[in-house]
């Protein structure tokens, strides 16, 4: 009777441990099970899945070298991480005993000829010498060529539930045959306890296995067929021929179904003795959803991340790139093996490196300041291209952390950029060409609202400079006097020329010329032998196509815009240096991007270079404007030569464009479109008999006094009979009454009439009548429909005798 009590409480003892085990046991589960959930709703990412896993993942090549370890690898077998593991163990045959070794060695091959392979279970010694129980499970990874490259395998640490298992089947056996005394036991412990027989009838249920399939007691279960509890009847077939084959089995995965018909997944673990069966069960349902939610992520995560057209990446603390998707090698070129575990520096910029690194060093300084550590940061960086050009990516990074919440590197999406990059940069250039086209235009209507007034007053003064001119002789000493006079009021003139022609109403492009020709011209001229003898060190190359085409343009104002940009050159070099004057023919067959955008078509092309200072960006914004200038004014320039040269090039209907850089110099290139028509000879200077009037009548429509007077004058020494009218409207009422010969036509009359009202009222009192335009400005569409309606020569302002004359004489004459 002593020893039977004594083998009582032996047998106690060991319920005790195993009661032990077993919650320790569930414990785990239920920590695996929560990991599960934790990861099924946000870590979606492999990184994330791999070192977070409750098993070791180990990949391996061909011959069992070791490539790469998570880190509960490094915690199973029993070092402080994974790189510790890696030194210590070459290959994975390494950590076999030498009974499993073999065993390993010879799957290997079933692996590589199947490409993967069910639970296998193994001996493996860890780093303390100690002998474990892992279930592993392995597949192979392939090349793209889908020959074999390496092997993965998950290995779980069994240990605990071998052991289990082992006392188990003894200890359940004595057990249920000794029911009436360990009744306590079964019925708290959290497993399921079960008997019934082969043909389905209930013997036995414990409260925990009645709870987990939702019947009130275990009683109203042991009502039920244990068969019904199955959801298929051929699950239930199957499970007991295994159990039958082997007489014990553990950890059988099989579906139950719940009294309100829910499926509950749980292992089965069961002992067939003689017609009845013996078994617990564990409710797996919560860490089975986990497993599917996990695989379900991670097979999305898988087609989106190789299907999508942004970048998904993982990086480590020290910006190594551990995962990178496929859709690198169509954004960059690269192949996911040419960037997986290389530096990020060399995937960047150095100046887009230093922003990853300072936003990662930010986020974790406001991390430890209490700040959102789930916040995502959104950074736009430059990424070089397999062909060495760069791409803009944006990229959205959120910091990647373990299960104790340490950050152990960074995540994201990069997104190709470079197209809205580009885009926003030509908005900004069309902008700031808007912008600067606005100025000039503002800037070109007060300078001409101020040349045209100076116009008038400079007019006068050249007009009677040149009449008194005709009035004195050689020996006269007022001679002098009136000469520089009108040679003030001519330097004058140029001036208020330079104001018109920014503001671009100065230009007429009516004469067939060659630019050859105004480059040859000008190098005769004394200005040119002037500004050779200020800068002597300045060496000057002409390089002149010879088969150059010809253009439609003003001599004065090309010769004016070719000597700005030579003396410009020529200052930006004051301790020496060459100048290049360069003309060539250009045919333009799609859009050339430069200062300007210029079309398809032929043009001919002059540029001149220099080797001088250069410019700063920020001079290059503003080098056109008006007044602005390096120079010193009133000394070397008046601030408007680049807008002159400016204005010109538009009203040639061209184009410009400028390079240049501080310290290395400048390229000024012109483009004007070519003309076909030919060069006609410039006529001679005609005798003064020749315009001389005949006493004919005309009258004179201006609304400025001056200008009405001193045409009256030179109309009077030209022998004509002259009429003056303040107005269009008071013309138009004189020639109601009066008949004239010729009309002279001021075309912009403020306020009132403009010269084109004025034609049109005259011509409906006197059709026919003879007119000729003449203005301050350049010929406009206004002047052109006056001289479609029968006026004749346009005339420009200021007055000078034989070009009036001529006019004047060329109109009366001309037959109707």
Not at 190 to 205: C, E, M, N
Not at 211 to 237: I, K, W
Not at 353 to 366: F, G, I, K
Not at 616 to 623: A, E, G, L, N, V
Request: charged share 25%; with cysteine; aromatic share 6%.
């Amino acid at each position: 009777m002593e020893d039977k009590d004594k083998q009582m409480i032996q047998l106690i003892n060991e319920l005790r441990e195993l009661r032990i085990r077993v919650a320790n046991l569930q414990e785990r589960e239920e920590e695996r099970i929560k990991l599960g959930q934790a990861q099924a709703e946000g870590f979606d990412l492999y990184g994330v899945l791999i070192d977070t896993s409750p098993d070791a993942i180990v990949m391996y090549s061909l011959a069992g070298a070791i490539i790469a370890a998570n880190r509960q690898t490094a915690i199973m077998y029993g070092v402080a991480s994974v790189d510790e593991f890696q030194a210590k163990v070459k290959s994975i045959f390494d950590i076999f005993d030498e009974e499993s070794k073999a065993a390993a060695a010879v799957h290997t091959s079933d692996i590589l000829a199947a490409g993967s392979s069910k639970k296998q279970i193994y001996q493996v010694r860890v780093h303390s010498g100690e002998t474990i129980t892992v279930e592993m499970n392995s597949s192979v990874v392939k090349k793209a060529t889908g020959e074999p490259k390496a092997l993965i395998s998950v290995i779980r640490d069994i240990t605990d539930r071998k052991y289990l298992e082992s006392e188990h089947r003894d200890l359940l056996q004595r057990l249920f045959r000794s029911e009436r005394n360990y009744r306590g036991l079964v019925d708290n412990t959290p497993a399921g306890v079960y008997q019934t027989y082969l043909d389905g009838k209930i013997l036995f249920v414990n409260q925990a296995f009645a709870d987990m399939l939702e019947y009130g007691s275990p009683e109203e279960m042991m009502n039920v067929n244990s068969v019904n509890l199955y959801q298929r009847l051929e699950d239930r077939e199957a499970f007991v021929a295994a159990l039958e084959r082997s007489g014990l089995l553990t950890s059988y995965d099989i579906d139950l179904v719940t009294k309100k018909g829910d499926l509950r997944h749980v292992l089965l673990s069961a002992v067939l003795d003689g017609q009845s069966i013996w078994g617990t069960v564990i409710d797996i349902t919560e860490r089975k959803w986990a497993e599917d939610a996990l695989k379900e992520s991670e097979e999305v995560f898988r087609f989106i991340a190789e299907n999508m057209g942004d970048i998904v990446w993982i990086l480590d603390l020290n910006l190594t790139t551990t995962y990178v998707s496929p859709s690198i090698e169509r954004v960059l070129g690269f192949s996911q093996e040419e960037r997986k575990n290389q530096p990020v520096e060399t995937m960047m910029t150095p100046a887009s490196l230093q922003r990853v690194r300072a936003s990662l060093l930010q986020e974790m300084q406001r991390e430890a300041e209490g700040a959102d550590p789930g916040r995502s940061v959104t950074l736009e960086v430059e990424y070089y291209h397999k062909d060495g050009s760069i791409v803009w990516m944006e990229n959205d990074m959120k910091a990647m952390r373990n299960a104790d919440g340490e950050l152990i590197g960074l995540y994201g999406v990069s997104r190709n950029i470079t197209e809205r990059k580009e885009a926003d940069g030509r908005q900004k250039e069309l902008e700031n060409r808007l912008q600067r086209a606005e100025k000039m235009e503002a800037l070109g209507s007060l300078a001409g609202g101020v040349a045209h007034d100076l116009n008038n007053v400079l007019g006068v003064l050249v007009g009677y400079a040149e009449l008194l001119l005709l009035k004195t002789g050689e020996g006269d000493p007022m001679r002098r006097y009136v000469a520089n006079i009108m040679k003030s009021s001519e330097r004058a003139a140029a001036i208020v020329q330079d104001l018109l022609t920014m503001a671009r109403r100065g230009v007429h492009t009516e004469k067939v010329l060659n630019l050859n020709d105004i480059i040859k011209d000008y190098q005769e001229t004394p200005e040119f032998e002037k500004l050779r003898s200020f800068h002597p060190l300045v060496r000057v190359e002409t390089r002149l196509s010879a088969g150059l085409k010809n253009i439609m343009g003003s001599p004065v104002h090309l010769n004016k815009t070719l000597m700005n940009l030579v003396s410009n050159a020529a200052e930006a070099m004051p301790d020496g240096g060459l100048m290049i004057i360069k003309t060539d023919n250009l045919c333009l067959e799609k859009l050339l991007p430069g200062f300007d955008d210029l079309r398809e078509g032929n043009y001919v092309v002059l540029s001149i270079t220099d080797t001088g200072q250069g410019m700063t960006p920020d001079d290059m914004k503003h080098i056109f404007e008006p007044f602005y200038t390096k120079k010193v004014m009133g000394r070397s320039g008046t601030g408007l030569g680049l807008s002159v040269v400016w204005g010109t090039v538009k009203d040639h209907k061209g184009s410009i464009n400028v390079e240049s850089e501080a310290g290395k110099g400048s390229t000024f290139t012109l483009y004007f479109p070519t003309t076909t028509e030919e060069i006609s000879p410039d006529r001679m200077n005609r005798p003064a008999v020749e315009y001389m009037g005949r006493g004919e009548k005309v009258l004179v429509v201006d609304d400025v006094e001056g200008q009405r007077e001193l045409a009256a004058q030179i109309f009077t020494e030209l022998n004509y009979n002259v009429i003056t009218a303040p107005s269009g409207e008071e013309a138009v009422k004189y020639l109601e009454n009066h008949k004239v010969d010729l009309v002279v036509l001021d075309m912009i009359m403020d306020p009132g009439m403009d010269g084109l009202d004025t034609y049109r009222r005259v011509l409906a009192i006197h059709p026919g009548q003879k007119a000729i335009i003449v203005s301050g400005y350049s010929e406009t569409s206004r002047v052109r429909e006056a001289q479609a309606l029968g006026a004749g020569a346009y005339v420009k302002k200021p007055y000078i005798l034989e070009r009036i004359g001529v006019a004047v004489r060329e109109e009366i004459d001309r037959k109707p």
